[in-house]
């Protein structure tokens, strides 16, 4: 049987016609009309005033941080539960990663123990310097909570959109609530560009320092001038080829994704003790990836394993959820406020194939190996 995989990448009919004018006119290189075009497709479909492309998501979270000013030994509140790809970052940079829990109804940063951690950040005379939130798995993050504590404590948030590119929250689109929003085209993403990512923002200014940056920071002069360390992390002209043609298909995907969920749903939502997660009011998710829970009273902690490695022998690729951040040995020294919610997820969760190529009745033959094996 051919393998179904968790989420693997899509291509139009269009990708291929500008990576092919790209060498037509030997625009091979990290700058050229591609670039140009894909930036401006990603400044009107989130709604910001810029946009930096970039050679990865986790490239724009390291810029981004450097953009706010974070420095070594800063105090970084990152959401917990997530892929490490969001802290590393505070780690090239030798601050200090704090990581929060979840609250239940959208799995993303609770906003409670967000604000308990900056008090307590505070009274020990070190306010944190930014706030790394996620919306995990394309589920908006309860927004409107979290922007009043960072705008009451004045606190700027990076918006982790990388899992959420045409997502929204009320009308805004995700990647647009935080001082600087960063999105993934890594080839398990919604859309992909084979490998890369971008940088939001509606400051001029952080858009400005963000493309230097990234182009080595090279002053402007006939020699190389360089006053600050840089970084080589544009996008190439290449990649945003593919992502031109990406953007033009991207409603297609997430409507293919949010119709993979619905159909897990349907089938399985009758089975006592199975647990999707459900969009709030007023939250509109991409459905990244479809999520299941199993609940311990009904199926033991183990069922979601046992359905993995069942799925695995039809050649069918699902995975446990993120394991949570506090829980990772490289980040075991770093301080946490921890709720149970991650762990709990982690410990009785799976993701199922979600792939926004994966027939529909695949995604039905998945329903019923599962339902089987239960
Ligand atoms: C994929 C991902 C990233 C990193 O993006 P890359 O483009 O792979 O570097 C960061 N955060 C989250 C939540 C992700 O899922």
Redesign the pocket.
């Known amino acids: 049987m051919e393998k179904v995989w968790l989420s693997s990448p899509h291509i139009g009919d269009k990708e291929k016609e500008y990576v092919n004018e790209a060498f037509l006119t030997n625009w091979v290189a990290p700058l050229g009309p591609n670039v140009n075009e894909f930036e401006n497709q990603l400044t009107e479909y989130i709604g910001v005033e810029g946009a930096v492309s970039l050679s990865?998501?986790?490239?724009?979270?390291h810029l981004g941080l450097i953009a706010l000013g974070v420095k070594e030994d800063d105090i970084v509140l990152c959401q917990s539960f997530?892929?490490a790809?969001?802290a590393f970052p505070i780690c090239y940079i030798k601050a200090n990663p704090v990581f929060i829990d979840s609250e239940e109804n959208t799995w993303n940063i609770d906003p409670e123990l967000l604000e308990k951690s900056i008090l307590e950040s505070i009274s020990k005379g070190k306010k944190p310097a930014a706030i790394i939130i996620?919306h995990?798995y394309g589920m908006p993050a309860k927004m409107t909570e979290i922007l009043k504590i960072a705008t009451q404590y004045d606190i700027p948030i990076i918006e982790?959109a990388?899992?959420a590119l045409g997502s929204s929250y009320g009308n805004k689109k995700c990647g647009s609530f935080g001082k600087i929003g960063?999105l993934?085209?890594?080839g398990?993403?919604i859309i992909t560009t084979s490998?890369?990512?971008a940088l939001l923002s509606d400051d001029e200014n952080i858009i400005k320092k963000v493309r230097h940056l990234s182009a080595q920071s090279k002053e402007t002069a006939t020699y190389y001038l360089h006053k600050e360390v840089g970084y080589n992390y544009r996008m190439s002209n290449i990649c945003a080829g593919i992502g031109r043609g990406q953007m033009e298909v991207l409603e297609k995907r997430v409507e293919k994704r949010r119709r993979n969920f619905e159909i897990y749903k349907s089938g399985l939502e009758g089975i006592k003790g199975i647990r999707f997660i459900d969009e709030p009011l007023n939250s509109y998710s991409n459905r990244w990836l479809t999520t299941i829970v199993f609940d311990e009273k009904v199926f033991g902690s183990a069922m979601n394993e046992q359905i993995r490695v069942e799925l695995e022998r039809h050649n069918i690729e699902s995975r446990p959820l993120w394991k949570p951040l506090h829980q990772q040995p490289i980040f075991s020294n770093c301080k946490s406020y921890i709720n149970g919610v991650s762990d709990k997820l982690f410990n009785l969760g799976l993701c199922l194939p979600s792939g926004s190529n994966i027939d529909d009745n695949k995604i039905e033959n998945i329903v019923t190996i599962i339902k089987k094996s239960l």
């Open positions: 990865s998501g986790t490239a724009a979270l997530t892929f790809a969001s996620v995990l982790d990388a899992e960063i993934s085209f890594n398990n993403k490998g890369g990512g």
